[in-house]
T-cell receptor, first 117, second 112 residues
Framework: AQKVTQAQTEISVVEKEDVTLDCVYE???????LFWYKQPPSGELVFLIR??????QNEISGRYSWNFQKSTSSFNFTITASQVVDSAVYFC??????????????FGPGTRLSVLP | ETGVTQTPRHLVMGMTNKKSLKCEQH?????MYWYKQSAKKPLELMFV???????ENNSVPSRFSPECPNSSHLFLHLHTLQPEDSALYLC???????????FGPGTRLTVL
């Protein structure tokens, strides 16, 4: 069965600090997708990134970067120079693309990030 | 309107009421989903519709009844709910080939 673990329940940092959110996943499949979503206080989950299991290249988008390591089944998310607007709950998710309809989308429990001014 | 919209944003209902949640997607997607998000619990997938046909029902009680009249609209009909059904109900949509789901803002439901 697929599983996503986000061991950090809550993190607090001061603005401009760097912060890394951990995500560890379990799957027996060789082909899969990993995702990160952001849920601000307004409630809507905002899609941040999708990564497929064959692409281990790290990705950077502005202040956001993602480190995918298949050897440790991890897909960690780093925010550089954090800002108050980054305060949200962040979810890591795992999906098996053989299921066309996304019914096997598995979310982690989320990490609540608070960035203090 | 763009993205995924949900109405109402907040709903308070008694246990004997009947109400409906509405979701509309403007992304041209062909799959839609209902999720339940309770406090201190992971997101729970409730229903999946693909091309207007239900393809998944994750053991959801019959007091929740989904309806998908076309690929852009999804409803969740509620009747005789319990207080433990109070939660944030999120709608999402996706394109079958691309997998990532796009979410609406959710309906905060309180059952008294």
């Amino acid at each position: 069965a697929q599983k996503v673990t986000q061991a950090q329940t809550e993190i607090s940092v001061v603005e401009k600090e760097d912060v890394t959110l951990d995500c560890v996943y379990e799957t027996r499949d060789t082909t899969y997708y990993l995702f990160w979503y952001k849920q601000p206080p307004s409630g809507e989950l905002v899609f941040l990134i999708r990564r497929n299991s064959f692409d281990e290249q790290n990705e950077i988008s502005g202040r956001y970067s993602w480190n995918f390591q298949k050897s440790t089944s991890s897909f960690n998310f780093t925010i550089t120079a954090s800002q108050v607007v980054d305060s949200a709950v962040y979810f890591c998710a795992l999906s098996d693309p053989r299921y066309n309809y996304g019914q096997n989308f598995v979310f982690g429990p989320g990490t609540r990030l608070s960035v203090l001014p | 309107e763009t993205g995924v919209t949900q109405t109402p944003r907040h709903l308070v209902m008694g246990m004997t009421n009947k109400k409906s949640l509405k979701c509309e997607q403007h992304l041209g997607h062909n799959a839609m989903y209902w999720y339940k998000q309770s406090a201190k619990k992971p997101l729970e997938l409730m229903f999946v519709y693909s091309l207007e046909e239900r393809v998944e029902n994750n053991s959801v009680p019959s007091r929740f009844s989904p309806e998908c009249p076309n690929s852009s609209h999804l409803f969740l009909h509620l009747h005789t709910l319990q207080p433990e059904d109070s939660a944030l109900y999120l709608c999402a949509s996706s394109h079958l080939a691309y997998n990532e789901q796009f979410f609406g803002p959710g309906t905060r439901l309180t059952v008294l």
